[in-house]
Protein backbone atom coordinates (compact mmCIF):
# COMPACT_ATOMS: atom_id res chain seq x y z
CA UNK A 1 0.00 0.00 0.00
CA UNK A 2 1.53 3.37 -1.09
CA UNK A 3 1.46 5.91 1.59
CA UNK A 4 3.10 9.46 1.47
CA UNK A 5 3.47 12.10 3.77
CA UNK A 6 4.26 15.63 3.94
CA UNK A 7 5.86 17.83 6.53
CA UNK A 8 7.77 20.47 6.48
CA UNK A 9 5.39 23.31 6.12
CA UNK A 10 4.59 26.12 8.80
CA UNK A 11 3.75 29.98 9.24
CA UNK A 12 6.16 32.31 7.07
CA UNK A 13 6.37 35.91 5.97
CA UNK A 14 6.14 37.03 2.80
CA UNK A 15 9.19 36.92 0.83
CA UNK A 16 10.51 33.99 3.54
CA UNK A 17 10.88 30.07 2.70
CA UNK A 18 10.00 27.10 3.60
CA UNK A 19 11.41 23.23 2.56
CA UNK A 20 8.92 20.69 2.01
CA UNK A 21 9.68 16.54 2.49
CA UNK A 22 7.69 14.04 1.38
CA UNK A 23 8.20 10.58 2.71
CA UNK A 24 7.18 7.89 0.38
CA UNK A 25 6.30 4.28 1.63
CA UNK A 26 4.91 1.37 -1.18
CA UNK A 27 6.83 3.32 -3.86
CA UNK A 28 9.78 3.59 -5.32
CA UNK A 29 10.33 7.46 -6.21
CA UNK A 30 13.51 6.95 -8.30
CA UNK A 31 11.57 5.14 -10.64
CA UNK A 32 8.07 7.00 -11.05
CA UNK A 33 8.06 10.66 -12.12
CA UNK A 34 7.14 12.62 -8.81
CA UNK A 35 5.22 15.73 -8.17
CA UNK A 36 3.91 17.94 -5.71
CA UNK A 37 0.80 19.88 -5.27
CA UNK A 38 -1.41 21.98 -4.03
CA UNK A 39 -4.73 23.27 -2.64
CA UNK A 40 -5.03 26.77 -2.17
CA UNK A 41 -8.75 28.64 -0.44
CA UNK A 42 -11.55 28.33 -2.91
CA UNK A 43 -9.46 26.76 -5.45
CA UNK A 44 -9.03 23.10 -6.75
CA UNK A 45 -5.71 20.92 -6.22
CA UNK A 46 -3.59 22.10 -8.92
CA UNK A 47 0.11 21.12 -10.03
CA UNK A 48 2.87 22.81 -8.96
CA UNK A 49 5.88 21.15 -9.58
CA UNK A 50 7.18 18.22 -11.69
CA UNK A 51 10.33 15.96 -11.20
CA UNK A 52 10.75 12.92 -13.77
CA UNK A 53 12.96 10.11 -14.17
CA UNK A 54 15.08 11.89 -16.13
CA UNK A 55 16.31 14.27 -13.97
CA UNK A 56 14.61 17.21 -15.63
CA UNK A 57 12.01 19.43 -13.77
CA UNK A 58 9.06 21.49 -14.61
CA UNK A 59 6.76 23.69 -12.69
CA UNK A 60 3.97 25.60 -13.18
CA UNK A 61 4.21 29.33 -13.87
CA UNK A 62 2.88 30.92 -10.47
CA UNK A 63 6.40 28.97 -9.33
CA UNK A 64 8.92 28.73 -11.32
CA UNK A 65 12.29 30.78 -10.06
CA UNK A 66 10.81 30.67 -6.69
CA UNK A 67 10.15 26.65 -6.19
CA UNK A 68 12.92 23.78 -6.71
CA UNK A 69 11.87 19.87 -7.00
CA UNK A 70 13.99 17.40 -5.83
CA UNK A 71 14.87 14.18 -4.48
CA UNK A 72 16.87 11.64 -2.55
CA UNK A 73 16.27 8.67 -4.33
CA UNK A 74 18.34 6.68 -0.93
CA UNK A 75 16.08 7.71 1.19
CA UNK A 76 12.98 7.35 -0.98
CA UNK A 77 11.81 10.87 -0.57
CA UNK A 78 10.92 14.29 -2.40
CA UNK A 79 11.40 17.68 -1.09
CA UNK A 80 10.17 21.15 -2.68
CA UNK A 81 12.25 24.17 -1.45
CA UNK A 82 10.00 27.17 -2.07
CA UNK A 83 11.59 30.63 -1.78
CA UNK A 84 10.20 34.38 -2.10
CA UNK A 85 6.71 32.93 -0.84
CA UNK A 86 3.80 34.84 -1.10
CA UNK A 87 0.86 35.30 0.67
CA UNK A 88 -0.88 33.55 -1.98
CA UNK A 89 0.78 30.57 -1.72
CA UNK A 90 -1.01 29.64 1.17
CA UNK A 91 -2.90 26.07 1.37
CA UNK A 92 -1.99 22.68 1.65
CA UNK A 93 1.03 21.32 -0.33
CA UNK A 94 1.00 17.15 -1.23
CA UNK A 95 3.14 15.22 -2.76
CA UNK A 96 2.17 12.14 -5.29
CA UNK A 97 3.24 10.60 -8.51
CA UNK A 98 3.15 12.61 -11.47
CA UNK A 99 0.18 12.53 -12.78
CA UNK A 100 -1.43 11.00 -9.72
CA UNK A 101 -1.84 7.90 -9.07
CA UNK A 102 -1.58 7.43 -5.69
CA UNK A 103 -3.91 8.06 -2.57
CA UNK A 104 -3.37 11.69 -1.06
CA UNK A 105 -1.67 12.15 1.84
CA UNK A 106 -2.87 14.64 4.71
CA UNK A 107 -0.40 17.31 3.04
CA UNK A 108 1.21 19.89 5.03
CA UNK A 109 0.01 23.85 5.53
CA UNK A 110 1.64 26.42 4.28
CA UNK A 111 0.52 29.77 5.62
CA UNK A 112 2.32 33.19 3.91
CA UNK A 113 1.05 36.08 5.77
CA UNK A 114 2.03 39.52 4.03
Known amino acids: QVQLVESGGGLVQAGGSLRLSCAAA????????MGWYRQTPGKQREWVAL???????GYADFVKGRFTISRDNVKNMVYLQMNSLKPEDTGVYYC????????WGQGTQVTVSS
Open 26 to 33: GITVSIVA
Open 96 to 103: NTRPPRTN
Open 51 to 57: DTTSGST
